[in-house]
T-cell receptor, first 114, second 113 residues
Framework: SQTIHQWPATLVQPVGSPLSLECTVE??????LYWYRQAAGRGLQLLFY??????ISSEVPQNLSASRPQDRQFILSSKKLLLSDSGFYLCAWKKGRQPSYEQYFGPGTRLTVT | RKEVEQDPGPFNVPEGATVAFNCTYSNSASQSFFWYRQDCRKEPKLLMSVYSSGNEDGRFTAQLNRASQYISLLIRDSKLSDSATYLC??????????????WGAGTKLIIKP
């Protein structure tokens, strides 16, 4: 069965510091991968998605970036965090090249920028 | 702007009761719909997919009304463990003309003993 891992689970970072969040998927190959952010009381906001190694699409302009160095690894980064970057960051996967659209989530990283 | 709207609640419901939520979506061309459940401070988990007029899974029934552009979720014989936030999700075109999932902010359900 497929599993998705994210770390760290929680993170407190000062404004202006860098960020690196990692997500890995097991038990599947060629997945589509997604980074979302969830602010309190809001719907999930899609930040980035990737359909393959090195292929990144960005949905919103911001100071975040994403990379996919391996098939089942997705990384979210920032060079300088802003207060507005605080939130619950979720990585998700779906079966690539399949006519199914369900996405499955990792446990998330709760980021507080101080 | 394409949106998915839900009543934020909370819905306070006695154990054993039946509860229903509605969710409205703005794009009449949307084809795929989902309900996810999210426990406090946890990740969303898929509850049901709705690809046609509706879907039923045990105590849970989802119905789609394309004419009025809403999806409903009905929970029968509610359990304490049903307490969670229920997220309505619609598959729609994103800003880069590729399909993506558009998420509602969720309806909070509290089941009371």
């Amino acid at each position: 069965s497929q599993t998705i891992h994210q770390w760290p689970a929680t993170l407190v970072q000062p404004v202006g510091s860098p960020l690196s969040l990692e997500c890995t998927v097991e038990g599947t190959s060629n997945p589509n991968l997604y980074w979302y952010r969830q602010a309190a009381g809001r719907g999930l906001q899609l930040l980035f998605y990737s359909v393959g190694i090195g292929q990144i699409s960005s949905e919103v302009p911001q100071n975040l970036s994403a990379s996919r160095p391996q098939d089942r690894q997705f990384i979210l980064s920032s060079k300088k965090l802003l207060l507005s970057d605080s939130g619950f960051y979720l990585c998700a996967w779906k079966k690539g090249r399949q006519p199914s659209y369900e996405q499955y989530f990792g446990p998330g990283t709760r980021l507080t920028v101080t | 702007r394409k949106e998915v709207e839900q009543d934020p609640g909370p819905f306070n419901v006695p154990e054993g009761a039946t509860v229903a939520f509605n969710c409205t979506y703005s794009n009449s061309a949307s084809q795929s719909f989902f309900w996810y459940r999210q426990d406090c401070r946890k990740e969303p988990k898929l509850l049901m997919s709705v690809y046609s007029s509706g879907n039923e899974d045990g105590r849970f029934t989802a119905q789609l009304n394309r004419a009025s552009q809403y999806i409903s979720l009905l929970i029968r014989d509610s359990k304490l463990s049903d307490s969670a936030t229920y997220l309505c999700v619609v598959r729609d075109l994103g800003t880069d003309s590729n399909y993506q999932l558009i998420w509602g902010a969720g309806t909070k359900l509290i089941i009371k003993p």
